[in-house]
T-cell receptor
Framework: LAKTTQPISMDSYEGQEVNITCSHNNIATNDYITWYQQFPSQGPRFIIQGYKTKVTNEVASLFIPADRKSSTLSLPRVSLSDTAVYYC?????????????FGKGTRLSVIA | GAVVSQHPSRVICKSGTSVKIECRSLDFQATTMFWYRQFPKQSLMLMATSNEGSKATYEQGVEKDKFLINHASLTLSTLTVTSAHPEDSSFYICSQAPSGSTDTQYFGPGTRLTVL
């Protein structure tokens, strides 16, 4: 499974846009990129998934360049409640039979 | 999205006792479920893959005789921590995906185990 590298932590003020970039140089052709959010003492929550170019939902946007060796999760206008750990995962992500391999994640702290 | 529940949400037990954790999918069926463990300030670590009707597959370093997994139905998987010790204290999380779909995986809320 492709290894991912993310910044360990990030700080942001409320109302700002936050971009978290993940490197996955060894991504395979059939791999998807998935981002999860985790609050303390809770299970991870799915945010967004993509394969290439751009994906947007009501929570975030995911930007994936043509070479797919990296991806950027964009959170518009963050609030204090967005303080959490964000995980980038790469794998055969559309398969419910494939376990997810978590890296260290990015700890986002939103400051008032 | 799909709902996965875990029970109990928190358990405190004495060293040497066994603890059972349940993971249920409330609105879908799952052929495969996964169990993770998370220590404070660390990432999730996969413990085992639970397949309905067959033996679980354990990750390297995870003792199958200590962490018993039973996946008796398409909506329920259980993890039993046998003869628990303080070093087993951790946050245990399960995940599932609807069978036969290309949906992503959904995680349970987790179970906090504290062994005294």
């Amino acid at each position: 499974l492709a290894k991912t590298t993310q910044p360990i932590s990030m700080d942001s003020y409320e109302g700002q846009e936050v971009n978290i970039t993940c490197s996955h140089n060894n991504i395979a052709t059939n791999d998807y990129i998935t981002w999860y959010q985790q609050f303390p003492s809770q299970g991870p929550r799915f945010i967004i998934q993509g394969y290439k170019t751009k994906v947007t939902n009501e929570v975030a946007s995911l930007f994936i360049p043509a070479d797919r060796k990296s991806s950027t999760l964009s959170l518009p206008r963050v609030s204090l409640s967005d303080t959490a750990v964000y995980y980038c995962l790469v794998g055969d992500g559309n398969s419910g039979n494939t376990p997810l391999v978590f890296g260290k994640g990015t700890r986002l702290s939103v400051i008032a | 999205g799909a709902v996965v529940s875990q029970h109990p949400s928190r358990v405190i037990c004495k060293s040497g006792t066994s603890v059972k954790i349940e993971c249920r999918s409330l609105d879908f069926q799952a052929t495969t479920m996964f169990w993770y463990r998370q220590f404070p300030k660390q990432s999730l670590m996969l413990m085992a893959t639970s397949n309905e009707g067959s033996k679980a597959t354990y990750e390297q370093g995870v003792e199958k005789d200590k962490f018993l997994i039973n996946h008796a139905s398409l909506t329920l998987s259980t993890l039993t921590v046998t003869s628990a010790h303080p070093e087993d204290s951790s946050f245990y999380i399960c995940s599932q995906a609807p069978s036969g779909s290309t949906d992503t995986q959904y995680f349970g809320p987790g179970t906090r185990l504290t062994v005294l």
